[in-house]
């Protein structure tokens, strides 16, 4: 007698909400990857492999930290004419103390032209002079009867988006409405250059 067929089951990533083989194509992707690798490895090997990769990394650079900072009691005691203590010290400074460049505070407003007649007008920087996003897009769509909306751009950066071409009359409402942003601060992009609008 032949055995009775079961029925298929399919593992499906919390994360996404999509089977677990499909989760590469879903929205979040970065998100699912420490959950398919401890669940789903079988599915995914390149991915445990550059876990594993990434592992090894994170040792070495202990174990590299450990040795500078014992080289670095060696390299106080070294004569100051000596060359080779000045080196230690410029790799102790390497690994994993990446600097962050601190960000200008600045807004830069560009217009996007999309299919050849709608414009879109982009407003980035406002968070760095403490103005909350979501309010500021609230208050901008409200002025110029327009769609505005919060969204990230390409380097996942927040940035309002306002429909419309009002690149030129924002000026004067952003410095009348916050008056932390002084005009010298705003800057239009014009021909992929930067051009103060004051």
Known sequence: MAEKPQPVRVLYCPICSLPAEYCEFGPDFEKCKPWLIKNAPEL???????????????VSEQLQSVGISSADGAASSAQPGDTSSSKQEEVKRLPGAKIKKKEKQEVVIEKVVRNRRKCITIVKGLDLFGVKLSDASKKLGKKFATG????????????????????YDIVEFITETWPAVPETAIFFIEDGKKVPAA
């Open 44 to 58: 995914y090997p390149d991915l445990c492999k550059e876990a594993n990769e990434k592992e090894a990394e994170k």
């Open 148 to 167: 505005a909306s919060v969204v990230k751009g390409p380097t996942d950066k927040e940035q309002i988006d306002v429909q419309g071409d009002i690149a």
